[in-house]
């Protein structure tokens, strides 16, 4: 789990996501590890709290807010 975590960091560190986004996947990544490591209530945990999936959600909405942005600027830029 924690090799898919770092991978989810690496890939926002690469994309160049705000710090917010860092902080929020590490944030995913600690609670994952430190509940995860309790026998068998941690297996219950994770299978509800599915840190992996949080983590394409923030990186998916960092990406979807920057291309918003981007259109809104190429859109302001055809208008003038």
């Known amino acids: 789990?924690?090799?898919?975590?770092l991978y989810a960091l690496a890939?926002?560190?690469?994309?160049?996501?705000?710090?917010?986004?860092?902080?929020?996947?590490?944030?995913?990544?600690l609670?994952?590890?430190?509940?995860?490591?309790?026998p068998v209530a941690g297996d219950m945990f994770?299978?509800?709290?599915?840190s992996h999936r949080k983590n394409f959600h923030v990186i998916e909405k960092h990406l979807i807010r920057r291309a918003e942005r981007h259109?809104?600027?190429?859109?302001?830029?055809?208008k003038g």
């Open 31 to 38: 609670v994952d590890t430190a509940i995860g490591a309790v």
């Open 46 to 50: 994770d299978f509800f709290f599915r």
């Open 1 to 5: 789990t924690g090799l898919a975590g």
């Open 71 to 78: 259109q809104r600027h190429t859109r302001d830029r055809t």
């Open 11 to 29: 890939t926002a560190s690469r994309l160049k996501l705000p710090l917010t986004a860092h902080m929020h996947i590490v944030w995913n990544l």
